[in-house]
């Protein structure tokens, strides 16, 4: 009966019989999987942008600096200003497990950091500028397209150089120039200038991203005299520990060191990025369901509406019905017919509308694209729907048509022959 030719004939016959009627009550359906397509996409296009961003760093890293004391405790007055030292960085090596690396970090300008004035022949510009070690490129991705990163010999050494962002590249130096080599000032130091990195930011943040600058930290720790202070440490966590318990354990440690009350909550500051990046993951997969509910109730509105065409339908073929029931037409035969038709009309306006959704997707993704790199939006990327979606938006719009078929199919079946061939 599933590949019977008359049956799918008289099938679509039936549709076109009231072509108004049919358009009408398809609109519902087509515009319930179209809003769930473009909802679906476009919070994935937001989500990407998000993740994207997180996912530049290492989601396994903790950030730890000193504050201000809010608590009296062993004598000391509250107010008190905690530093964080090299010494504190083999503290917590030594003391805490679970740490994979700890990377200790200055920035000219204080944690956030402050532009300084940088300076290339004519061309004076303010970049970023911070400490590092070697191992800074475990805690960011990003890619050294000309020379290299800070290595060991540059912190041993002390050495002049550093490493500067594409953006400063382009700003300080011509387009068909080799920055490798050359002398940059900082303040009044030249530094040589050892590579070049580019990270894969985009949007709005992309240009600051790529308009810092990075010199060893010892170096850092000569030229602007910070001695064996730090501004904040990174702390990568190994995958076998949970990053919320290091966290808590380093921040104990470093209290009982520091002679901070243990309750005193100001005394140092944290971001633990695992612990954000899953509120994120939450909050996206909140508005993923959100969006599953509105589309699905949206499509199963349209449904109705089928149903109820599929009622009207039953009841002006009560008497071709009830002629087929008197020549030896089954119940099921009667129910597959109609079900079938509800199912038939569900699935081509719905296929309409997801076809309609991924060409919105696909316009509003080559409009992103084309967008001057570092210009775009940075909270939304290309939006797109992946294969799993789509096919369970179809297993869903195939029930859908299924349930809107079975109270018309049920009410056919209920037809009496002697009383519908007595129907006008």
Same mark, same amino acid.
């Given at each position: 009966?599933?590949?019977?030719?008359?049956?799918?004939?008289?099938?679509?016959?039936?549709?076109?019989?009231?072509?108004?009627?049919?358009?009408?009550?398809?609109?519902?359906?087509?515009?319930?999987?179209? *809003?769930?397509?473009?909802?679906?996409?476009?919070?994935?296009?937001?989500?990407?942008?998000?993740?994207?961003?997180?996912?530049?760093?290492? !989601?396994?890293?903790?950030?730890?600096?000193?504050?201000?004391?809010?608590? !009296?405790?062993?004598?000391?007055?509250?107010?008190?200003?905690?530093?964080?030292?090299?010494?504190?960085?083999?503290?917590?090596?030594?003391?805490?497990?679970?740490?994979?690396?700890?990377?200790?970090?200055?920035?000219?300008?204080?944690?956030?950091?402050?532009?300084?004035?940088?300076?290339?022949?004519?061309?004076?510009?303010?970049?970023?500028?911070?400490?590092?070690?070697?191992?800074?490129?475990?805690?960011?991705? *990003?890619?050294?397209?000309?020379?290299?990163?800070?290595?060991?010999?540059?912190?041993?050494?002390?050495?002049?150089?550093?490493?500067?962002?594409?953006?400063?590249?382009?700003?300080?130096?011509?387009?068909?120039?080799?920055?490798?080599?050359?002398?940059?000032?900082?303040?009044?130091?030249?530094?040589?200038?050892?590579?070049?990195?580019?990270?894969?930011?985009?949007?709005?943040?992309?240009?600051?991203?790529?308009?810092?600058?990075?010199?060893?930290?010892?170096?850092?720790?000569?030229?602007?005299?910070?001695?064996?202070?730090?501004?904040? *440490?990174?702390?990568?966590?190994?995958?076998?520990?949970?990053?919320?318990?290091?966290?808590?354990?380093?921040?104990?440690?470093?209290?009982?060191?520091?002679?901070?009350?243990?309750?005193?909550?100001?005394?140092?500051?944290?971001?633990?990025?695992?612990?954000?990046?899953?509120?994120?993951?939450?909050?996206?997969?909140?508005?993923?369901?959100?969006?599953?509910?509105?589309?699905?109730?949206?499509?199963?509105?349209?449904?109705?509406?089928?149903?109820?065409?599929?009622?009207?339908?039953?009841?002006?073929?009560?008497?071709?019905?009830?002629?087929?029931?008197?020549?030896?037409?089954? !119940?099921?035969?009667? *129910?597959?017919?109609?079900?079938?038709?509800?199912?038939?009309?569900?699935? #081509?306006?719905?296929? #309409?509308?997801?076809?309609?959704?991924?060409?919105?997707?696909?316009?509003?993704?080559?409009?992103?694209?084309?967008?001057?790199?570092?210009?775009?939006?940075?909270?939304?990327?290309? !939006?797109?729907?992946?294969?799993?979606?789509?096919?369970?938006?179809?297993?869903?719009?195939?029930?859908?048509?299924?349930?809107?078929?079975?109270?018309?199919?049920?009410?056919?079946?209920?037809?009496?022959?002697?009383?519908?061939?007595?129907?006008?």
């Amino acid at each position: 009966m599933l590949f019977d030719v008359d049956h799918w004939q008289e099938v679509f016959q039936s549709l076109r019989r009231n072509r108004l009627r049919t358009i009408l009550t398809a609109c519902g359906v087509f515009w319930g999987v179209f *809003m769930l397509v473009v909802m679906l996409g476009f919070a994935r296009g937001l989500e990407n942008a998000v993740m994207k961003d997180f996912g530049n760093w290492a !989601p396994n890293a903790i950030f730890i600096w000193g504050e201000r004391t809010s608590k !009296p405790y062993a004598g000391q007055q509250p107010g008190r200003e905690v530093p964080i030292t090299e010494e504190d960085v083999e503290f917590l090596k030594a003391r805490v497990s679970g740490i994979r690396a700890v990377v200790p970090r200055n920035m000219l300008g204080g944690r956030f950091g402050a532009g300084t004035a940088v300076t290339r022949k004519d061309k004076t510009e303010s970049f970023s500028l911070s400490g590092e070690l070697p191992e800074y490129l475990q805690l960011e991705q *990003m890619d050294i397209t000309r020379g290299r990163f800070i290595d060991a010999w540059d912190i041993a050494e002390r050495r002049k150089v550093a490493v500067i962002g594409d953006r400063v590249r382009e700003v300080l130096f011509a387009s068909n120039e080799n920055p490798i080599g050359q002398n940059i000032r900082i303040g009044r130091i030249d530094f040589v200038v050892a590579g070049v990195y580019r990270s894969p930011v985009v949007g709005g943040r992309a240009d600051w991203v790529n308009g810092r600058i990075f010199i060893p930290r010892t170096t850092f720790a000569r030229t602007f005299n910070t001695g064996n202070r730090i501004g904040h *440490m990174a702390i990568l966590v190994a995958p076998d520990r949970s990053s919320a318990e290091v966290e808590q354990e380093v921040r104990a440690a470093l209290k009982a060191r520091h002679r901070v009350h243990p309750d005193d909550p100001r005394a140092f500051g944290s971001f633990n990025r695992d612990k954000e990046s899953r509120k994120i993951k939450n909050l996206f997969l909140g508005i993923s369901g959100l969006t599953w509910i509105v589309g699905v109730l949206t499509m199963f509105a349209g449904a109705i509406g089928v149903s109820n065409i599929m009622m009207i339908t039953v009841a002006e073929r009560t008497r071709e019905i009830g002629i087929r029931k008197a020549i030896g037409a089954t !119940p099921l035969s009667i *129910m597959v017919q109609i079900v079938k038709e509800a199912v038939v009309l569900t699935a #081509l306006s719905g296929y #309409l509308g997801l076809v309609a959704g991924v060409g919105v997707l696909e316009i509003a993704g080559r409009i992103v694209d084309s967008m001057p790199k570092g210009q775009g939006p940075s909270f939304f990327s290309r !939006p797109e729907i992946d294969l799993g979606r789509a096919v369970l938006a179809a297993v869903v719009l195939t029930v859908a048509g299924a349930l809107a078929g079975l109270a018309p199919a049920r009410s056919a079946v209920a037809v009496r022959p002697v009383e519908a061939l007595a129907h006008e």
